[in-house]
C-alpha cells in the first residue's frame, strides 16, 4: 500500500505549481502608451506625454498648461501548444507509464484567447471577442512660469491574461489565467532644473491581482502501478463500471473508484489581489544640444500581499478512491499516519502569497540628424531573480499539504507551500525611428529584442515567454496648435520548442532537454510535469492597434 501514497503526496504540489502567473521580460513596457508602442518604447530620452509618468517622469516638463489625454490600446492575444512523441519513442519501452497512451496526444492544438481579472468577478475571457482593450486616462498641469508640472493618470503597467476552452488539451497548465497590476491614482511631477535638465517622480498606488483556474491531473509511474493493480485485481468491467471485486478487502481497497496516470483529479480555483500596492518612479532627462538627449528612468519594486481564496474539487472517481481506502484497516491506519485525504469532494479556504512586482531601470538616447531623421536607443533592466519563488500560506491545515510534506519537507509544511521559480534578470533592448515627414506628421518605426527572464528549465505552456521580437509602426499628428493624435500597430511573437528528454533519461539521470514546468518525466518530477515525456511546442503571437489623443482644456 505504501507504493500508493506518494503520488498523491506529489499532487499538492503539481497543484500549487500551477498557479504561478505567466510573465516575464515579455509583459513589461507593453501596450502602455502609443508613441512609445510605435518606437520599439525606446522614449526614456524622447517624452511620450503624461504616460512618462511610467516611462520617465522627467518628461512631464514638456507639456505645457492643462492637458488631457485619453488612449485606447486593442490587443489581440493567440496562444497555441501542440504536443507529440518524440522522435524515436519506442513504446514498448515505455514502462509503467505509457506516454503514447496520453490522450493530449488525440486532442488536436490547444488554442487560448486573451483575458482579463475584473475585481469582485474573477477572470474574464474575452471569447466572444478575442481582442482586449486597454483604456488610459490622465491629466498634467503646469502652472503659468512655473517649472513644475502636476499630473496623473489611470493605467495598468501589467496585464497579462489568458483563458481556454473546458477540453483543451493545455487545460492542465491553467484553463484560465490572469495576472495584472492596475494603477488607480499616480500624482506625479516633473521640474525644469534648467534649460537643458529636468527631474520628475510619480508615487503609484495599485490594484495588484493574481488569479488561476486550472484542471488537474498528475501522471507518473507510481500512478501507473495503481493502475495496474485495479486491472490485476478486475475491479472494472471493459466499459469502467465497477465490478464489486476488491480481492484484498476489509486489509486494503484499491478498487473505491477508477484512478489512473491520464486521469482528471479536478479543478483548481484559485483568486488573490491586494487593493493597495504602492510603488513609486523617478526620472531624469538632459538634453544639452537640439541633436542629442539622454533620459533615465526607474521603477522601483513592490512587495505585494496578496490574499484571497482557493476552491479545490475533486472528480467522483478520485474522492471515492480514498473515500474506500481510507475504511480498509491499512488504509485507516496509513491515512492517520501520513494524514491522507479521507475522500472529501472539495475543499476550499483563505490562501496568501507575498509577490514583488520587480524594479526597473532603464537608459535611454536620442539622436536627431538632417532636421528631419531621428534615431532613439533604449536599454532596460528588470530584476526577476526576485522571483526566485513563492510562498503559499494557507489559513488553516489543509489535508493534501499534509501528505506533501513528507517528500518535500524543504518545501512543505502543514500551511505552506514554497514553488521554485529561479527567474533571472535580464537587460533587453529597444529602437525607434522616426521621420518629420513635415511640421504635422511624424512617421515612426520600432523594433524591440525582448529577452526572456524564464531560463531554459522552467518554460511552459502557462508562460510561454520565450525570446520576442516586436516590430511596430506609427505616426504623430499635430492636428492643431493644442491637440496631438498618435496611432500604433505592433506585432510580437515568441515560440518556444521543449523537447521532451530521451526515453533512457531518468537511468542516467541526466535531462538535457526537458523543463521542470511541463514535461520533466522521473520517478519524483510529478511536481509540476503534467505532460511528461512529451514534446512540446508553444507559439504565443500578439498584435495591438492603439490610438491616444492629447488636447489642451
Same mark, same amino acid.
Given at each position: 500500500?505504501?507504493?500508493?501514497?506518494?503520488?498523491?503526496?506529489?499532487?499538492?504540489?503539481?497543484?500549487?505549481?500551477?498557479?504561478?502567473?505567466?510573465?516575464?521580460?515579455?509583459?513589461?513596457?507593453?501596450?502602455?502608451?502609443?508613441?512609445?508602442?510605435?518606437?520599439?518604447?525606446?522614449?526614456?530620452?524622447?517624452?511620450?506625454?503624461?504616460?512618462?509618468?511610467?516611462?520617465?517622469?522627467?518628461?512631464?516638463?514638456?507639456?505645457?498648461?492643462?492637458?488631457?489625454?485619453?488612449?485606447?490600446?486593442?490587443?489581440?492575444?493567440?496562444?497555441?501548444?501542440?504536443?507529440?512523441?518524440?522522435?524515436?519513442?519506442?513504446?514498448?519501452?515505455?514502462?509503467?507509464?505509457?506516454?503514447?497512451?496520453?490522450?493530449?496526444?488525440?486532442?488536436?492544438?490547444?488554442?487560448?484567447?486573451?483575458?482579463?481579472?475584473?475585481?469582485?468577478?474573477?477572470?474574464?475571457?474575452?471569447?466572444?471577442?478575442?481582442?482586449?482593450?486597454?483604456?488610459?486616462?490622465?491629466?498634467?498641469?503646469?502652472?503659468?512660469?512655473?517649472?513644475?508640472?502636476?499630473?496623473?493618470?489611470?493605467?495598468?503597467?501589467?496585464?497579462?491574461?489568458?483563458?481556454?476552452?473546458?477540453?483543451?488539451?493545455?487545460?492542465?497548465?491553467?484553463?484560465?489565467?490572469?495576472?495584472?497590476?492596475?494603477?488607480?491614482?499616480?500624482?506625479?511631477?516633473?521640474?525644469?532644473?534648467?534649460?537643458?535638465?529636468?527631474?520628475?517622480?510619480?508615487?503609484?498606488?495599485?490594484?495588484?491581482?493574481?488569479?488561476?483556474?486550472?484542471?488537474?491531473?498528475?501522471?507518473?509511474?507510481?500512478?501507473?502501478?495503481?493502475?495496474?493493480?485495479?486491472?490485476?485485481?478486475?475491479?472494472?468491467?471493459?466499459?469502467?463500471?465497477?465490478?464489486?471485486?476488491?480481492?484484498?478487502?476489509?486489509?486494503?481497497?484499491?478498487?473505491?473508484?477508477?484512478?489512473?496516470?491520464?486521469?482528471?483529479?479536478?479543478?483548481?480555483?484559485?483568486?488573490?489581489?491586494?487593493?493597495?500596492?504602492?510603488?513609486?518612479?523617478?526620472?531624469?532627462?538632459?538634453?544639452?544640444?537640439?541633436?542629442?538627449?539622454?533620459?533615465?528612468?526607474?521603477?522601483?519594486?513592490?512587495?505585494?500581499?496578496?490574499?484571497?481564496?482557493?476552491?479545490?474539487?475533486?472528480?467522483?472517481?478520485?474522492?471515492?478512491?480514498?473515500?474506500?481506502?481510507?475504511?480498509?484497516?491499512?488504509?485507516?491506519?496509513?491515512?492517520?499516519?501520513?494524514?491522507?485525504?479521507?475522500?472529501?469532494?472539495?475543499?476550499?479556504?483563505?490562501?496568501?502569497?507575498?509577490?514583488?512586482?520587480?524594479?526597473?531601470?532603464?537608459?535611454?538616447?536620442?539622436?536627431?540628424?538632417?532636421?528631419?531623421?531621428?534615431?532613439?536607443?533604449?536599454?532596460?533592466?528588470?530584476?526577476?531573480?526576485?522571483?526566485?519563488?513563492?510562498?503559499?500560506?494557507?489559513?488553516?491545515?489543509?489535508?493534501?499539504?499534509? +501528505?506533501?510534506?513528507?517528500?518535500? @519537507? $524543504? !518545501?512543505?509544511? %502543514? &500551511?505552506? /507551500?514554497?514553488?521554485?521559480?529561479?527567474?533571472? *534578470?535580464?537587460?533587453?533592448?529597444?529602437?525607434?525611428?522616426?521621420?518629420?515627414?513635415?511640421?504635422?506628421?511624424?512617421?515612426?518605426?520600432?523594433?524591440?529584442?525582448?529577452?526572456?527572464?524564464?531560463?531554459?528549465?522552467?518554460?511552459?505552456?502557462?508562460?510561454?515567454?520565450?525570446?520576442?521580437?516586436?516590430?511596430?509602426?506609427?505616426?504623430?499628428?499635430?492636428?492643431?496648435?493644442?491637440?496631438?493624435?498618435?496611432?500604433?500597430?505592433?506585432?510580437?511573437?515568441?515560440?518556444?520548442?521543449?523537447?521532451?528528454?530521451?526515453?533512457?533519461?531518468?537511468?542516467?539521470?541526466?535531462?538535457?532537454?526537458?523543463?521542470?514546468?511541463?514535461?520533466?518525466?522521473?520517478?519524483?518530477? +510529478?511536481?509540476?510535469?503534467?505532460? @511528461? $515525456? !512529451?514534446?512540446? %511546442? &508553444?507559439? /504565443?503571437?500578439?498584435?495591438?492597434?492603439?490610438? *491616444?489623443?492629447?488636447?489642451?482644456?
Amino acid at each position: 500500500m505504501k507504493r500508493a501514497f506518494p503520488w498523491r503526496a506529489a499532487l499538492p504540489l503539481a497543484i500549487m505549481a500551477a498557479t504561478l502567473p505567466a510573465h516575464g521580460q515579455l509583459a513589461q513596457n507593453l501596450f502602455l502608451d502609443t508613441k512609445a508602442m510605435s518606437l520599439g518604447n525606446a522614449v526614456t530620452a524622447d517624452p511620450t506625454g503624461i504616460m512618462d509618468i511610467h516611462f520617465n517622469p522627467a518628461g512631464l516638463t514638456k507639456l505645457d498648461g492643462r492637458q488631457w489625454q485619453l488612449q485606447a490600446m486593442n490587443v489581440y492575444l493567440s496562444a497555441t501548444t501542440r504536443f507529440a512523441l518524440p522522435d524515436g519513442y519506442d513504446p514498448d519501452e515505455s514502462g509503467l507509464l505509457p506516454i503514447h497512451e496520453d490522450p493530449v496526444l488525440q486532442e488536436g492544438d490547444g488554442e487560448a484567447s486573451a483575458a482579463a481579472y475584473i475585481p469582485g468577478y474573477g477572470i474574464m475571457p474575452m471569447n466572444m471577442l478575442p481582442i482586449l482593450t486597454l483604456p488610459t486616462g490622465g491629466i498634467s498641469i503646469k502652472p503659468p512660469g512655473s517649472k513644475f508640472t502636476f499630473a496623473n493618470a489611470v493605467y495598468a503597467p501589467m496585464a497579462a491574461g489568458f483563458a481556454k476552452d473546458d477540453d483543451d488539451p493545455g487545460r492542465y497548465q491553467a484553463k484560465q489565467v490572469a495576472l495584472q497590476r492596475f494603477t488607480y491614482l499616480s500624482p506625479s511631477f516633473g521640474y525644469q532644473v534648467t534649460d537643458e535638465f529636468s527631474v520628475g517622480a510619480s508615487f503609484l498606488f495599485s490594484h495588484q491581482a493574481v488569479s488561476v483556474v486550472q484542471d488537474i491531473r498528475a501522471p507518473s509511474v507510481l500512478i501507473g502501478v495503481l493502475e495496474e493493480l485495479q486491472d490485476a485485481f478486475g475491479c472494472f468491467d471493459e466499459n469502467g463500471a465497477p465490478t464489486g471485486n476488491d480481492p484484498l478487502a476489509p486489509l486494503v481497497t484499491l478498487c473505491g473508484g477508477d484512478v489512473g496516470p491520464y486521469d482528471d483529479v479536478g479543478e483548481l480555483r484559485l483568486s488573490t489581489e491586494e487593493s493597495l500596492s504602492p510603488s513609486f518612479n523617478v526620472g531624469l532627462l538632459w538634453e544639452p544640444n537640439d541633436w542629442f538627449a539622454f533620459g533615465l528612468g526607474y521603477q522601483s519594486e513592490a512587495v505585494s500581499r496578496l490574499k484571497g481564496t482557493y476552491e479545490l474539487e475533486y472528480t467522483p472517481e478520485f474522492a471515492d478512491f480514498f473515500r474506500s481506502f481510507r475504511s480498509s484497516i491499512i488504509g485507516a491506519i496509513g491515512g492517520a499516519i501520513f494524514s491522507l485525504p479521507t475522500g472529501v469532494r472539495k475543499e476550499s479556504g483563505n490562501v496568501s502569497v507575498e509577490m514583488t512586482y520587480p524594479q526597473h531601470l532603464q537608459l535611454g538616447t536620442k539622436f536627431r540628424f538632417w532636421d528631419r531623421y531621428q534615431l532613439n536607443v533604449d536599454a532596460g533592466w528588470t530584476d526577476f531573480e526576485k522571483w526566485d519563488s513563492l510562498k503559499f500560506e494557507f489559513d488553516r491545515q489543509v489535508s493534501f499539504l499534509s +501528505t506533501a510534506k513528507t517528500l518535500a @519537507p $524543504g !518545501l512543505v509544511t %502543514d &500551511t505552506t /507551500l514554497k514553488q521554485t521559480l529561479g527567474y533571472r *534578470s535580464v537587460w533587453s533592448w529597444g529602437f525607434g525611428f522616426q521621420y518629420d515627414l513635415n511640421s504635422r506628421i511624424k512617421l515612426r518605426l520600432g523594433y524591440e529584442p525582448r529577452e526572456t527572464s524564464i531560463p531554459k528549465d522552467a518554460r511552459s505552456a502557462q508562460a510561454p515567454l520565450g525570446f520576442a521580437r516586436l516590430y511596430s509602426v506609427g505616426m504623430g499628428y499635430q492636428w492643431d496648435m493644442d491637440t496631438v493624435i498618435d496611432l500604433s500597430l505592433s506585432f510580437m511573437q515568441s515560440a518556444e520548442s521543449i523537447k521532451a528528454d530521451p526515453q533512457e533519461a531518468e537511468q542516467a539521470g541526466d535531462y538535457p532537454n526537458s523543463s521542470n514546468a511541463i514535461n520533466r518525466n522521473c520517478l519524483t518530477c +510529478t511536481v509540476s510535469n503534467p505532460y @511528461p $515525456g !512529451l514534446d512540446v %511546442d &508553444t507559439e /504565443l503571437t500578439i498584435g495591438s492597434a492603439g490610438i *491616444s489623443f492629447r488636447t489642451k482644456f
